[in-house]
């Protein structure tokens, strides 16, 4: 399917951690590679903190599937960089056979029955953090995130061989549904290295001066933040579910589902359309932020959502 937001990496853009540049190139000399995200996280965050320094500390074991290849990172996470991405609850998790063979098997997933989703997210994820809370933290724990000021890495939990949010929950766990998050992530991160490439939103947009946006079925979720969502917070998440709905329909379609997957997954797709139509009405209506270019890709979501 074609899309407005780029399903590659620009050769030759900040995003292009093959490109000439004296940070990039000196990681890769040294075969620091699980590193370079980190060097652009430098850039993006401009803290002053030599973060691809800090990356360095992390083990990191790859994963291939179907030719692509993965970081998945090991050891502790630096609390300078567990600081900036809101991970500071967290720590990483043993890597143990039983979940290099779920991760295996999600991405082989994506690979043999999702190959337009796979090649998004071997385009734009490098680096894996399996992650668990951190003895004695009371809170739940994430399913799965990504942050923009960290490109290329994503972070998951068990919890995202349980969970397809934001509402469905399975006692069993499913590589499939570890499957739908890895992709989650991915298209947020392809999202977010679009808008800060391109001028999106219009000029003098603020996350923290934007009109929010009522979600109703987050009301139970208790955190304000996450029952009124700004404008750039419901495109992000109009794009991820126009990818998500077409992964679950196309699982619904197969017949190699457990029933339990089954039933998840309908629940799912079924709540999730009446979502997404919700979702691109509000923005429609308030494209008034948005700049020509956004514009245009509020008419391809547009057009993305009458086809679902």
């Not at 992390?58 to 179907?66: M, Q």
């Not at 998790?93 to 997210?121: C, K, N, Y």
């Not at 999202?191 to 219009?202: D, N």
């Not at 079924?270 to 429609?284: F, H, K, N, R, W």
Request: charge should be negative; charged fraction near 25%; aromatic fraction near 8%.
């Amino acid at each position: 399917m074609q899309t407005t937001i780029a399903t590659r990496v620009e050769s030759g853009s900040f995003f292009d951690l093959s490109r000439e540049d004296p940070a990039l190139t000196r990681l890769r000399e040294d075969d620091a590679e699980p590193a370079l995200p980190f060097a652009l996280m430098e850039r993006l965050v401009k803290s002053g903190i030599p973060y691809a320094e800090h990356a360095r500390a992390l083990s990191s074991d790859t994963v291939h599937v179907s030719g692509a290849s993965f970081d998945w990172y090991g050891a502790g996470l630096p609390r300078q960089i567990a600081g900036e991405i809101n991970q500071a609850d967290y720590e990483i998790v043993e890597h143990t056979d039983g979940r290099r063979a779920a991760l295996t098997q999600a991405l082989e997933r994506l690979a043999s029955a999702h190959p337009e989703g796979f090649a998004r997210v071997q385009e734009f994820v490098r680096g894996l953090l399996w992650v668990g809370l951190k003895p004695g933290t009371r809170t739940s724990s994430l399913t799965s995130s990504s942050d923009p000021a960290l490109p290329y890495v994503i972070v998951f939990s068990e919890k995202a061989r349980h969970h397809i949010p934001p509402n469905t929950v399975s006692e069993e766990p499913s590589h499939v549904f570890l499957a739908e998050n890895l992709l989650h992530e991915a298209v947020h991160q392809s999202v977010s290295f679009h808008v800060l490439q391109h001028q999106v939103f219009a000029d003098g947009y603020s996350s923290k001066t934007s009109p929010k946006i009522e979600i109703a079925w987050r009301a139970t979720q208790g955190v304000a933040r996450n029952q009124f969502w700004e404008v750039d917070r419901t495109f992000h998440a109009t794009c991820v579910y126009n990818q998500l709905l077409r992964f679950r329909r196309s699982e619904l379609d197969r017949d190699d589902l457990t029933t339990n997957e089954r039933v998840s997954f309908q629940a799912a797709y079924d709540e999730g359309m009446p979502a997404v139509s919700y979702l691109m009405g509000q923005l429609e209506l308030l494209d008034e932020h948005f700049t020509v270019h956004g514009r245009e890709l509020l008419a391809d979501l547009r057009h993305q959502t009458d086809q679902l």
